[in-house]
Antibody
Framework: QVQLVQSGAEVKKPGASVKVSCKASGYTFTSYDINWVRQATGQGLEWMGWMNPNSGNTGYAQKFQGRVTMTRNTSISTAYMELSSLRSEDTAVYYC??????????????WGQGTMVTVSS | SYELTQPPSVSVSPGQTARITCSGDALPKKYAYWYQQKSGQAPVLVIYEDSKRPSGIPERFSGSSSGTMATLTISGAQVEDEADYYCYSTDSSGNHSGVFGGGTKLTVL
């Protein structure tokens, strides 16, 4: 079946970086953009950016520009999100999501299970 | 930066109609999408492109958009519809820059 499976929970110290993976299966990985969304405990959803797995093109929310990098490895149908210079406010569940729409619409029809990232000294 | 505004909470009795609004300056030009999120779970797409319903989503969920406001309507809300609902859209910059509304807690009791 169509699914996105993310890597496991991470604990990082302030100032470090984290790289979360998102493995796609059940569909052609390069056919749909992957978006990343995060959610701090008890808070709302926050959009971080998108990546086109075919071209590698990316677009990031202004808030994360300079700190986030989204990449992919098409040979293993896996997308990655790396966030650097971590601070306590980055503690959240990070989700990847497939965008079914063209041209960056926002129809996120398949979501990963989420990856908890904890930033603590 | 672009913002989408939702009411923090909406409350209805079972069988009543729940309406959740989402306002944003770019909505006349950009589609709205709606997500349902139950506690401890990943979000689920319930409406896309203002008013389309994905397969598997009950018919009681519908969407509309007029001017700067999009609306999610749940006709005959059921107890299992109690969840957080988020609208999503993109700004008008052409850079596919997305944003979620702050979310609305729907209580059905």
């Amino acid at each position: 079946q169509v699914q996105l499976v993310q890597s496991g929970a991470e604990v990082k110290k302030p100032g470090a970086s984290v790289k979360v993976s998102c493995k796609a299966s059940g569909y052609t990985f390069t056919s749909y953009d992957i978006n990343w969304v995060r959610q701090a405990t008890g808070q709302g959803l926050e959009w971080m950016g998108w990546m086109n797995p075919n071209s590698g093109n990316t677009g990031y929310a202004q808030k994360f520009q300079g700190r986030v990098t989204m990449t992919r490895n098409t040979s293993i149908s896996t997308a990655y999100m790396e966030l650097s210079s971590l601070r306590s406010e980055d503690t959240a569940v990070y989700y990847c999501a497939r965008d079914l729409s063209s041209s960056g619409g926002g129809a996120f029809d398949i979501w990963g299970q989420g990856t908890m990232v904890t930033v603590s000294s | 930066s672009y913002e989408l505004t939702q009411p923090p909470s909406v409350s209805v009795s079972p069988g009543q109609t729940a309406r959740i609004t989402c306002s944003g300056d770019a909505l006349p030009k950009k589609y709205a999408y709606w997500y349902q999120q139950k506690s401890g779970q990943a979000p689920v797409l319930v409406i896309y492109e203002d008013s389309k319903r994905p397969s598997g989503i009950p018919e009681r969920f519908s969407g509309s958009s007029s001017g700067t406001m999009a609306t999610l309507t749940i006709s005959g809300a059921q107890v299992e519809d109690e969840a957080d609902y988020y609208c999503y859209s993109t700004d008008s910059s052409g850079n596919h820059s997305g944003v979620f509304g702050g979310g609305t807690k729907l209580t059905v009791l």
